[in-house]
């Protein structure tokens, strides 16, 4: 026994690797199933988008890219059902340039496909700008100094939903869907806590640590915190009857729960191992 | 479809690519690496130019005029320069001016300058100049995150700790006890974690206990940051492979299945050919 554990010290990487693909793959093929019951912090957060005001205006910011979708593009998916499904104007932009393509995915597939929505009165994409927290601190003076024109070509100042909407005051509600910089540090500082907006935001799990100080301290309204909440996200407005899909991110939570039992198992196994070696070093 | 079917075959191949890298360097791995950052840089740049640069600098120094001969003064000569550049592209520079819906607006001349004197540092002789547009940078961020990063993380995050040791009216025995401890763990964290990076006073005695506490937060947080880290890993991989999964059907030619098997194939061979360069993996 001492042997084998003394050998796990020194196992070939790759077949890490492979037991890890292994355990993705299978749960993937093979469904378990296993339920997902969502935290606090999600519900908080979902709850927020449910106390805006009916017919309220609200913006959303695509600041990710094809590299983190997996985790975020299935609570934007879920968001967006969310805010249409209570019938609120959804102004749509990017701070990150893939989260043009993003968000046109996004507003495809809910506000055409599913709600059969109008562009430009019901939902809008302003589309991307380069200069990261300079264009959210330029649209708390103006909209149109910043997005001239939407994703389509067409002048802001043309379409109904722009209509009375100046800057980020004449909007009653922040969602931003980040993967990095920038992100929801900008938005809070330069936008959420100087004008008051209330705000929450879907990050990806390596963001979690460094946002969450700001929904402890009341600065943001909850979070949506990697594949995991967008799965417990997609839970709470099935359960709210907005939906009967069962959402990207569930369908991979059981690959994510396996899997993450797998690597306790390698930790648990690469300590002990760890101290067996020490134990007959120090013997000999 | 054809066009689906392709993209699969070209997502399967560099996912797969990429993929290999977890076995040991190889062409596959390092042909997909070149595309990813040679189509990244250049994406970024395009998307840069055409939503920026050309509609709101362009587009203000050059405003779309409809009739040209109503030009008077200064502009006469401005968009005589203005029909050079359309003369050499006129994709960029379209006849009379950038339609962007922008007023005219001189004062863009600065960043233009600015702009020119960065691609400067090409020209190592002239490449000093490159640091006024550095300094102008650097200013302009640091003016813009000082407010911000004043007001939400220092003070906004100070009073988040300011919390209350007693329980709130209305609330049970336990649900206090449980208020009451959170806290309790949030004020001590932040104090002894703050503590653990002072360093004007030696941390011995009863300080050195505080610094030990600030420094179990913090591990705790590292911890916290780890497993986030693995969590994010873990979705992204599952990503890949729902992918990989959907492209390995018979709707998509078998893409994933056949290009893994061409891929084992040729690896093996490339190390039988070279097994010297293999031993050390």
């Not at chain 2, 006890?177 to 974690?193: F, M, R, Y």
Request: net charge negative.
């Amino acid at each position: 026994m001492n042997t084998f554990l003394q050998k796990l010290d020194s196992v070939d990487r790759r077949v890490i690797f492979l037991i890890i693909a292994v355990v993705v793959i299978l749960p993937l093929i093979f469904p378990l199933g296993l339920p997902v019951e969502p935290t606090q912090t999600t519900i908080d957060a979902f709850d927020a988008i449910k106390a805006i005001p009916p017919g309220a205006k609200v913006l959303m910011s695509f600041d990710y890219g094809p590299s983190t979708k997996p985790e975020i593009h299935p609570m934007s998916i879920a968001v967006l059902r969310h805010l249409f499904h209570k019938g609120h104007p959804v102004i749509v932009m990017c701070l990150w340039p893939d989260g043009l393509f993003m968000a046109k995915e996004a507003l495809d597939q809910v506000a055409l496909e599913e709600y059969k929505l109008t562009y430009g009165r019901d939902f809008v994409n302003l589309g991307y700008r380069p200069g990261n927290e300079a264009i959210i601190k330029g649209i708390t003076q103006s909209f149109e100094a910043n997005f001239t024109m939407d994703a389509m070509g067409t002048l802001i100042r043309e379409l109904p939903i722009m209509k009375d909407v100046e800057n980020i005051d004449d909007v009653s509600f922040i969602i931003n869907m980040s993967a990095g910089f920038p992100g929801a540090v900008e938005w809070i500082q330069y936008a959420a806590d100087p004008h008051k907006i209330p705000m929450t935001s879907g990050n990806t799990s390596i963001q979690v640590n460094e946002v969450l100080p700001y929904v402890k301290s009341g600065q943001m309204q909850g979070i949506i915190a990697g594949m995991p909440a967008a799965a417990e996200y997609e839970a709470l407005i099935r359960r709210a009857g907005m939906t009967d899909e069962m959402g990207e991110a569930t369908s991979s939570m059981d690959a994510q729960s396996i899997a993450h039992l797998v690597i306790v198992l390698f930790i648990v196994l690469g300590n002990i191992s760890y101290f067996v070696k020490r134990k007959q070093e120090k013997k000999y | 479809m054809e066009h689906s079917i392709l993209g699969a075959w070209v997502a399967a191949f560099l996912t797969l690519a990429i993929f290999s890298y977890l076995y040991n360097d190889n062409p596959f791995y390092k042909f997909a690496e070149h595309v990813y950052i040679g189509v990244s840089a250049a994406y970024w740049g395009s998307i840069a130019f055409w939503n920026q640069i050309v509609p709101n600098m362009f587009g203000r120094l050059w405003p779309h005029v409809e009739d040209p001969s109503t030009l008077e003064g200064f502009n006469v000569i401005w968009y005589k320069l203005y029909n050079i550049f359309h003369f050499i592209s006129g994709n960029i520079f379209p006849e009379n001016g950038v339609y962007a819906n922008h007023d005219q607006n001189l004062t863009y001349i600065i960043p233009f300058i600015l702009g020119i004197f960065m691609l400067l540092r090409l020209i190592p002789s002239i490449g000093w100049l490159a640091r006024w547009s550095l300094a102008y940078v650097v200013g302009l961020a640091a003016g813009l995150r000082m407010y911000g990063f004043m007001s939400s993380n220092v003070l906004s995050q100070i009073y988040g700790t300011i919390l209350p040791l007693h329980g709130e009216a209305g609330l049970s025995f336990w649900q206090n006890t449980g208020l009451i401890l959170n806290n309790l763990v949030i004020i001590v964290g932040t104090l002894s974690a703050l503590y653990y990076f002072f360093f004007s006073m030696e941390h011995k005695g009863i300080f050195s206990g505080i610094s030990r506490i600030g420094i179990y937060f913090l591990m705790v947080s590292f911890g916290a940051s780890f497993g986030f880290a693995v969590m994010g890993r873990i979705s992204l991989l599952i990503g890949r492979f729902n992918d990989l999964i959907t492209y390995s059907s018979g709707g998509y030619g078998y893409a994933t299945l056949v290009l893994l098997l061409i891929m084992v194939a040729t690896l093996f061979i490339l190390s039988r050919q070279d097994p010297e360069k293999n031993t050390d993996q």
